[in-house]
């Protein structure tokens, strides 16, 4: 096994989890939040994959899935087209409401996108450094293990939540 079937095993991982996670809700299900200040599974999911689709559409040096395949336009947010959620207050986080199609739909078309990437990555690749204003200097390997991470988190997040609902 090489370092690049790992990522692409916890990338897809991430993708089943999403999947199960939204599988079967209806919008408000997943608009649904514990208190006026804690994040909704369709805030959660939209963020972790806007979060995947910017940093690794940055590490490639392309265009993120969002607004190339025009899964902004059909989400018809109101926020700028670049948010992927860092630093949203509970009223933004309110407003991020979603279909389990549109939530499993984008995610699944990053996720293509992500894995099409990391399968053409190599132990030179993963070195390659991608943010310099850190120190030490943030490498290819060490980004896609900070998203992974960020993601598992919030996927783990949005389960707790649903178990929430279940408990309803």
Not at 73 to 92: E, I, K, M, N
């Amino acid at each position: 096994m090489t370092s690049t079937d790992l990522l692409v095993d916890a990338f897809g991982r991430i993708r089943e989890t999403v999947a199960d996670v939204v599988d079967g809700l209806t919008p408000e299900q997943l608009a649904f939040r514990a208190s006026d200040s804690a994040n909704s599974i369709a805030w959660l999911v939209w963020h972790l994959t806007r979060v995947q689709d910017d940093h690794l559409a940055d590490a490639a040096d392309r265009e993120q899935v969002w607004t190339a395949d025009g899964w902004a336009a059909r989400f018809a947010l109101p926020f700028p087209v670049s948010s992927t959620g860092y630093g949203h207050r509970p009223a933004q986080v309110a407003e991020v409401t979603a279909t389990a199609d549109l939530l499993r739909g984008y995610h699944e078309a990053v996720h293509t996108r992500t894995v099409d990437y990391v399968r053409g990555l190599d132990g030179r690749s993963l070195a390659r450094i991608v943010d310099a204003s850190w120190q030490p200097p943030v490498t290819l390997g060490v980004r896609l293990i900070s998203v992974i991470a960020d993601d598992l988190q919030h996927v783990g997040q949005a389960a707790f939540v649903r178990g929430l609902l279940a408990g309803r």
